[in-house]
């Protein structure tokens, strides 16, 4: 099922919330070649608030409406519902209505179909009654857990996805998956999926360089493919 462009690797990001540290991070990106997808609450875009983290306050600060075309040219934005509800707590017709209308909400945005998700909130934020809600009722391709499996075989599941690493409560294991897969010599296909949240860089500010150097390592490969959760995901 799994071949990008002739390559068995695939790399490929995924960043929630649809912050303003995003702009930075997609800089970044853009710097190495590498694709990602962002995952946006149309419901809140604009509103400004601050969160505690590791004891840390940080900026938690929504992009502009007017700007998502322009900050996320060139990757993907998905759908992460209108307000960020935890959506195994809601009926079925609540489901639909934040997931659809959050992505219709944000195809106008960026001039294209938004056709991926990650579910909003973090533990348990999924259950199969969502998943098959969602994948009968929206054209939502695919759509991404907060859960792991530090494997790069393609999760089964494209509707309950389980990315390979989470940037910021695995960082020490990140590395050492980047280093395995760039290393790897894969007979089926191989996924390094890397999710996260970009403000989560502002808890500890040394990984912005870090992680640029992480993506200087990952970048330019010829055996790996470099691709938006879509085009990885919906090959």
């Known amino acids: 099922m799994y071949m990008w462009n002739g390559k068995k690797k695939a790399l490929t990001f995924s960043y929630d919330d649809g912050v303003t540290q995003d702009v930075r991070l997609v800089e970044i990106f853009n710097k190495y070649g590498l694709k990602a997808t962002f995952n946006l609450n149309s419901g809140l875009l604009g509103q400004k608030n601050q969160l505690k983290r590791d ?3 940080i900026d938690h600060n929504k992009v502009a ?7 996320y040219a060139g990757h993907e934005v998905a759908a992460h519902t209108l307000t ?19 992505r219709i909400a944000l195809s106008e945005l960026v001039g294209y179909e938004v056709l991926g998700m990650a579910y909003p909130g973090g533990g348990v934020n999924c259950d199969g009654r969502v998943a098959e809600v969602i ?10 857990t907060v859960a792991t499996t530090g494997s790069f075989e393609p999760y089964s599941d ?3 996805y389980k990315g390979t690493v989470y940037h910021h409560a695995e960082w020490d294991k990140m590395a050492e998956l980047c280093e395995s897969f760039v290393s790897l010599d894969s007979d089926g296909p191989a996924v390094l999926y890397i999710w996260g ?11 912005w360089a870090a992680f640029e150097e992480l993506c200087r390592f990952l970048s330019r490969r010829n055996d790996i493919f470099y691709g938006t959760n879509l085009e990885v995901l919906g090959n």
């Open 55 to 57: 004891g840390v306050i």
């Open 135 to 144: 994948r009968r009722g929206t054209p939502i391709k695919y759509a991404r």
């Open 65 to 71: 409406p007017a700007d998502v075309k322009h900050i």
């Open 158 to 160: 494209l509707y309950q």
């Open 197 to 207: 949240h970009s403000y989560e860089f502002d808890i500890f500010p040394e990984r």
């Open 84 to 102: 960020h509800p935890m959506l195994p707590k809601l009926d079925d017709g609540e489901v639909l209505r934040q997931v659809e209308e959050d």
